[in-house]
């Protein structure tokens, strides 16, 4: 049986968004960025991995989860595949950090993902770096 679940997230870019991670990226509640951020792709996040429901969690913490994040700004796109695991906590009530790694904090929502930061599309970063809306939509798969 295919168990799905979506978790939608506003974000804000900002103008000190660098992307050049070579192997996270981030989004953050947080409405500040300072240069030194060069994970984070989102502000001003509109949930954290706490708030997050508790289908979504369930699904993501299989070991055969596969995860999906489509990020969308102002007609630019790009998209991350990565793994869940029965080790993700979803604990953190601030930041959400996608790894190419297969390391574990209560921020990782994503394990073993296929981009980081530098990796995402540079059209889609340039419209968040202008400010922009970012979408993301995460979706949890498990089959």
């Not at 969308?72 to 996608?98: C, H, P, Q, W």
């Not at 394990?111 to 970063?125: E, G, P, T, V």
């Amino acid at each position: 049986m295919v168990e799905i679940s979506i978790e939608h997230i506003i974000a804000k870019g900002h103008a000190n968004i660098k992307a050049t991670h070579p192997s996270t990226f981030e989004v953050t509640k947080e409405n500040w960025l300072t240069p030194q951020g060069d994970c984070i792709i989102g502000i001003s996040a509109s949930k954290s991995p706490k708030q997050f429901s508790k289908e979504f969690k369930n699904i993501a913490k299989r070991e055969d989860a596969v995860i999906l994040a489509i990020l969308l700004s102002n007609g630019a796109f790009d998209y991350i595949i990565g793994k869940g695991s029965e080790k993700l906590t979803f604990k953190d009530n601030t930041r959400m950090v996608f790894r190419k790694s297969s390391y574990i904090s209560n921020n990782t929502v994503m394990i073993k993902a296929n981009k980081a930061a530098r990796d995402i599309s540079r059209k889609l970063i340039d419209k968040l770096k202008k400010g922009r809306i970012l979408h993301i939509l995460l979706i949890a798969i498990s089959v």
